[in-house]
């Protein structure tokens, strides 16, 4: 036997220990981020379970509605509430906007999560079918005054995060194991629907699981840049109901959320 050969009978021991090493140390990485990832998730919840009710916010836009007599398309619930807002008093336009800010400034703790990489709505939809409701609803009355004060309050992009976040829980009602979930999910106020969806059926359900194992919906630099254009989709819509948008054009507040 030559001594090549007895120097490979040698490193057997050390190449086997070298490979039991390394699945050893994989199998602890992937059970480190695991927990990490576990850790941030109930994190999340934490900052969710502060959601309050929704009826405060309920009466105040019950208010700011009833004093609206605009022209907008009924049937564009969001330019119409945008809309209303522009012909309520300062005093349920200012209950208002505190409320939205509370409900804002909770859910953008969670939002910086997801933001960051750190958290994946889905496996909120999936573990926490009580805060995937509760974000269904705060997040479609939030929206039309975050719209607002964005297009009309020189506010730049404060509340995206917000915007975002709602596109992405209207998608994963798929994969919620709730029915009450995928049934259809209505918020009306004065005529106005803030969350009208339809029931999710077996074959999007099918579609849309197959879709999200191969992409999970996040907060991400496209989404951003779709925002944009939204919000100037949205702005025309303004003009076109009469809206004057010149003077939300000045300088805002540089907010990234």
Known sequence: MSVAHVLWILNVPLV???VVLGSDTMFLRRRRARETRQHFLEEAEGYLSELPETGPMLDAWAAVIGQAIVSADMNNAQIWAICALECADDRAVADLRELVTRDVNIMNKFAALV?????RPIDVARQYPGRHAALLNHLALVAPF???????????RWGYRMLRLKTIFEQLRVVSSRRHLRAPLEIEVGGIHFL?????????????WVRLQMRSPTINVRSKLAQARERVAISVKLM????????GDGPGRAVDW
């Open 16 to 18: 086997l220990f070298a």
């Open 115 to 119: 933001d960051e990489g750190l958290v």
């Open 146 to 156: 975050i719209w607002y004060v964005s297009i009309l309050g020189g506010r730049g």
């Open 196 to 208: 009208a969806l339809e029931s999710v059926t077996a074959a999007e359900r099918v579609l849309g």
């Open 240 to 247: 076109e109901a009469g809206v004057d948008t010149d003077r």
